[in-house]
């Protein structure tokens, strides 16, 4: 199997399947593993003088791991069977939308309950998140995860292969256990934090605008273009934007972390600004849109040989 075949394989596979609570009850998940290395290197490094380097070497040492682990199963020979597996296992939509419409059957029992729900998926303070802001958290967090759970991983795999997978893993594991501005991290996750910002750098417009074009629509590539640039991240206003367009509503805005107010800017500022969870349900069907147009594309580039040299045979 080349790597077009595998990557298409995989995205359905995982879409059907997902990961399956039984086996990751018996063995350890990759990303399990993935984090057992960050967390060492953590309470390795992360004291003493020269935190940044040592955050630096870090995330060095973690991407050189995560390559040579790649290169090594895609070396075996197996006929591919093994990358199909690790590659299904590292794309993680079933689970994405998995853990967003939990969100919005926790609304549909309880306020309480969906704030539980939420708080699984984003990092702001949510004991005081009414339903509204609750729908808005799962609906950001839908979009930006879309970008970092398959559409950069999807990238990744294309550009590099798998060691090209498991170096966007390990760096997005990182940063999502290291990256913050905390006092504890500020200095020593400096390095994951902006390896991952580079490293979805190009992804996450990929998946902004992968999402605007499965709505065929030019007023949402104008909206997203267009505001982006407001939310606090580099990268995560993209499909963020994106979202925002296409369900007309107004996204990011003031919030809190660790008790202190941020006054971000709204995406999108004119949409819809009082959300529900049917919000967050027609954001579920954005993804699931936006994974079937990735799925086309990736079906066209797989039958293009196959055409081409019927075309040819023709001529």
């Given amino acids: 199997m080349n790597t ?51 955050g630096i070497l870090t995330i060095f040492f973690l991407s050189l791991i995560a390559l040579l682990i790649g290169q090594f199963l895609h070396l075996l020979p197996d006929y591919g069977l093994i990358e199909l597996l690790i590659t299904t296992i590292l794309l993680a939509h079933n689970s994405l939308i998995k853990h967003v419409k939990d969100v919005s059957v ?7 309950e969906g704030r539980s729900a939420v708080a699984c998926i984003v990092g702001r303070q949510t004991k005081d998140l009414d ?13 930006e995860n879309f970008s970092d759970a398959v559409l950069a991983p999807v990238f990744w795999y294309l550009l590099l292969g798998l060691p090209g997978l498991f170096l966007y893993k390990m ?5 999502s256990m290291i990256g913050y501005k905390s006092e504890k991290y500020l200095l020593f996750g400096f390095g994951a934090a902006k390896f991952d910002d580079l490293m979805n750098l190009i992804p996450s417009r990929i998946c902004g605008m ?12 104008l909206v997203m273009f267009k505001d982006a640039k ?19 509503v107004a996204l990011a805005g003031p919030r809190i972390y660790h008790d202190k107010l941020t006054d971000y800017e709204f995406i999108n500022s004119s949409g819809r ?21 990735v799925i086309i594309i990736i079906s066209i580039f797989n039958l293009y040989p196959l055409i081409f040299n019927d075309i040819s045979t023709i001529n």
């Fill in 210 to 221: 992968i999402m605007c074009a499965a709505y065929f629509s030019k007023a949402n590539f």
């Fill in 4 to 54: 077009l075949q595998i990557l298409l394989l995989a995205l359905i596979l995982d879409y059907l399947i997902g990961d399956p609570i039984k086996v990751w009850s018996r063995i350890p998940h990759p990303a399990v593993i993935m984090g057992k290395l960050v967390s060492w290197f953590d309470h390795s490094l992360n004291f003493g003088s020269a935190l940044k380097l040592k």
């Fill in 230 to 248: 407001l939310h606090a991240s580099p990268n995560a206003g993209w499909p963020e934007a994106a979202m925002a367009s296409i369900l007309n």
């Fill in 106 to 112: 926790g609304l549909s029992n309880s306020l309480s």
């Fill in 171 to 175: 760096t997005n594991t990182a940063d």
């Fill in 273 to 293: 600004q009082n959300m529900n969870r049917k919000d967050i349900n027609y954001a579920i069907k954005v993804l699931n849109r936006s994974w079937l147009f």
């Fill in 131 to 143: 339903e509204s802001n609750v729908s808005r958290a799962a609906v950001e967090s839908a979009a």
